[in-house]
């Protein structure tokens, strides 16, 4: 059973920092992904990593700010959110695709998209004020 959950959600100032987890267990991905949704709005790819070779991707509003990281040991990835802006405000989905040629081939052409990817998490809700 695949399984992705996220932890590390909260509530912080502007130009504070929060830092997102997610656990994958069931399966060992190579590629994550942190997407973002707000309120009204379309939900956003934020950062990608591919585990080999550690290939990241960045959405331009965050560039800069974010760095995601994963530990292959713990089949864990991260979100490490800095100098937070209010419009950072959103829940935070953690995102794998499944292991399959056709669907690695396409999150390679678009790790940002979220059509590339069929497994998700809950979310974890992000606050800045």
């Known amino acids: 059973h695949v399984q992705l959950v996220e932890s590390g959600g909260g509530s912080a100032l502007a130009g504070g920092s929060v830092r997102l987890s997610c656990a994958a267990s069931g399966y060992t991905f190579n590629t994550y992904s942190w997407f973002r949704q707000a309120p009204g709005q379309e939900r956003e790819g934020v950062a990608c990593i591919f585990t080999f070779g550690g290939m990241t991707h960045y959405a331009d509003s965050v560039k800069g700010r974010v760095t995601i990281s994963v530990d292959k040991n713990k089949n864990t990835m991260y979100l490490q959110m800095n100098g937070l802006k209010t419009e950072d405000t959103a829940t935070y989905y953690c995102?794998?695709?499944?292991?399959?040629?056709?669907?690695?081939?396409?999150?390679?052409?678009?790790?940002?998209?979220?059509?590339?990817?069929?497994?998700w998490g809950q979310g974890t809700q992000v606050t800045v004020s």
């Open positions: 995102a794998a695709p499944m292991g399959d040629w056709y669907s690695l081939s396409f999150v390679r052409r678009a790790p940002l998209s979220e059509n590339a990817y069929s497994y």
